[in-house]
């Protein structure tokens, strides 16, 4: 897997039209072909040539689609250095903020862009005193980002690009009330563009009343889910889960998230799989920064197969090559569960996701079944007794991809 400038990088659908066609100039076109990217994705097609003229977007498109290049590459054509902080980049986790800077480090390096990151959960001073030699960019959390406005360490009212990425996670995450209050602080004048997988009403009315007649551009799979994803359950009484999992595990090679859906229950299952002698770490929101990184690093690189995470950190992992997302608690709603299947068959890539379930999770897995638009099948794992559904399933055996 190539991995250039820090910025990860694996397969995805791309048109057939050239960057240049797209009115970004030589400079960044280069910079864009030393890292390899030879098309636009479908996003980026869309996205940059109404970017580059300043209009307003809304962008439906999922993490793994290109959105992050499509916001970055006309901010990087058109700013350049030394001019005051003039594009704010809005993210809601820690992670997806780092992999922001770093393209915007990689595309802006030609305009000599600087970016600071003001993330949580990690001392202040050093974002201080990055703001103290006036950036560019800024990438940053929303909560983080106030603190510093608050204590007078940056001013907002040189923005002229705003972008709000992953939105709807936003503001799944609690962010609206930051995120209202960012608005109020920005400059009118200026262009805005939102990125999000799903379009909820807090969305539409963010759109009405802080943009200027936004285009709206969709590029969201039908059905909610990537294509290439093979879904699976597994019903089985709650004492045997765990057996499940395991066996699930010993079955399906290959590198594999597992999702649980409190931090207790991760540091749990963390300790069972590495007592079984797995390759596995943990990223949950109570670890800190170097730890969530390095928990990310290790699995991006092999030397852990396993990675254990709950919803909230496990949102935008773009770890290439995830060949198995595993629900071990089955997700609190179906968009969750089309987030956490989203961490694999990235691109055109193949993946399975695997969702262990109790009779009491049955409901929520109908609900998914509502979104995917297709019946998710029953399967079966070695030693594991499965939980009979009133329903007769014409076949209980383990469909391959
Ligand atoms: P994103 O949706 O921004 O998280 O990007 C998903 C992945 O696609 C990242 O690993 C990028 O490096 C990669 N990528 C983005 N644009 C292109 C492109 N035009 N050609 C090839 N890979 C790309």
């Known amino acids: 897997m190539k991995f250039a400038g820090g910025i990860p990088q694996h397969p995805v659908d791309t048109t057939d039209k050239s960057f240049e066609a797209l009115g970004l100039g030589k400079t960044i076109v280069d910079a864009i072909s030393r890292v390899g990217f030879e098309h636009p994705t479908p996003i980026q097609a869309a996205v940059i040539p109404l970017a580059l ?3 307003d977007v809304v962008g439906l498109a999922q993490t793994g689609s290109g959105k992050t290049a499509a916001f970055v590459l006309p901010i990087a054509e058109r700013l350049t250095h030394g001019k005051g902080v003039r594009a704010l980049i809005l993210a809601p986790t820690r ?70 990425d992953e939105a709807d996670h936003m503001l799944d995450l609690g ?120 928990a990310l690093q290790t699995f991006r690189e092999g030397e852990h197969r396993i990675l254990v995470a709950t919803d909230i950190a496990g949102r935008g992992i773009d770890v290439p090559g995830i060949q198995h997302v595993i629900n071990f608690d089955i997700p609190e709603n179906a968009d969750d569960y089309v987030h956490r299947a989203g961490r694999t ?28 638009g297709e019946k998710v099948p029953r399967c079966t794992v070695g030693g594991v007794e499965p939980w009979e559904e009133l329903e007769k399933r014409p076949s209980r055996t383990r469909r391959r991809l």
């Not at 109908?366 to 995917?372: F, K, M, N, S």
């Open 53 to 55: 003229t300043g209009r």
């Open 95 to 164: 992670e997806i903020a780092m992999q922001t800077k770093a393209f915007l480090d990689l595309f802006g390096s030609e305009h000599r862009l600087s970016t600071a990151c003001l993330i949580g959960g990690v001392r202040m001073t050093p974002q201080t005193e990055a703001l103290h030699k006036t950036p560019d960019v800024i990438v940053a959390t929303p909560g983080r980002l106030l603190d510093h406005v608050n204590r007078g360490h940056v001013k907002l009212d040189a923005i002229e690009v705003l972008v709000l």
């Open 175 to 294: 962010f609206l009330p930051q995120v209202r209050d960012i608005l109020r602080r920005l400059p009118r004048e200026r262009q805005t563009m939102m990125f999000s997988a799903t379009m909820p009403d807090t969305i539409e009315m963010i759109a009405s009343e802080f943009m200027r007649t936004p285009e709206q551009i969709d590029i969201t799979p039908q059905g909610g889910a990537a294509e290439g994803i093979s879904h699976r359950v597994y019903v089985v009484k709650l004492e045997d889960k765990r057996k499940a999992l395991l066996e699930l595990l010993r079955e399906e090679l290959g590198s594999t998230l597992v999702f649980a859906r409190r931090k207790v229950d991760a540091d749990w299952l963390f300790h069972v799989l590495e007592r079984e002698g797995h390759p596995v770490t943990r990223i949950h929101s109570d670890l800190s920064q170097v730890r969530r990184v390095k």
């Open 345 to 372: 068959a990235r691109g055109r890539a193949k993946g399975i996701v695997s969702t262990i379930a109790t009779w009491q999770d049955l409901g929520m897995v109908r609900q998914i079944e509502e979104v995917l």
